[in-house]
C-alpha cells in the first residue's frame, strides 16, 4: 500500500543549529504535504504545509521544500530553540481528492540543547 | 482549539468490553476522522466520515465501529477491546472547502488490560 517514510526518528542538535527531517512518499498522486508538531501529552498541530505545484515554503523560522520528480519533501528548521524540542511527523495527502486522508510519516524526535 | 473535544480522556479497560470514545466538534466540519498513534507506526486512519450518516474504512479498521447521525458528533466504539488497541486515539476534523488540512482534539488515552 501507499506509505510515507520519515527519517531521521531521533534528531540531537545544539541551540541555535539547523535541524532539517526527511520524508519519501509513494503515491505518486499525493498532492498536499503537512508538517506536524506533537508535544508531550499533547495533539498535533499543524505548523506547515506545501501544496503539489509549490517548490518550497517559508514561515518564520521554518520551511518545507518539496522534490516531486524524487517524491520527497522536507522541514526545515534553523535558529532551533529548546521549545522546538517536540515529536515532528511528516504526512501525504492519499491521492489528489479533498478528503483529508492523510498517511503519516512515523515521526522525528527532535532535541535541542541548551 | 476547543472546537474538537474528546471524551473520556484517559480509560482502562479489561480485554473483551465495550469501550465508546466520543469526539463532538462545533466548528459543523464535514468531515471527522479517527486516528490511532502507536510507537513507530505514526498516527494511522481508522475510519473517516465526510457528512452525517456517511463512513468509510481507514487503513485499519478492524475491531472497530463508527457511526455518525448528527454532523457534530462522531463517535468510535471496540466492540470487543484487545490489548492490541492499547493506543493513542484521536479524533480530527476538516471543512468541507479547506483541501486536505485536518484539526485533531485532544486525545485518548485507551489502555486494555
Known sequence: GENVEQHPSTLSVQEGD????????????????????????????????????VGEKKDQRIAVTLNKTAKHFSLHITETQPEDSAVYFCAASRG?????????????TLQVKP | DAGITQSPRYKITETGRQVTLMCHQTWSHSYMFWYRQDLGHGLRLIYYSAA????????VPDGYVVSRSKTENFPLTLESATRSQTSVYFCASKREDSGNTIYFGEGSWLTVV
Open chain 2, 52 to 59: 452525517a450518516d456517511i463512513t468509510d474504512k481507514g487503513e
Open chain 1, 18 to 53: 539547523s535541524a532539517v527531517i526527511k520524508c519519501t512518499y509513494s503515491d505518486s498522486a499525493s498532492n498536499y504535504f503537512p508538517w506536524y508538531k506533537q508535544e508531550l501529552g499533547k495533539r498535533p498541530q499543524l505548523i506547515i504545509d506545501i501544496r503539489s505545484n
Open chain 1, 96 to 108: 489528489s481528492s479533498n478528503t483529508g486522508k492523510l498517511i503519516f510519516g512515523q515521526g522525528t
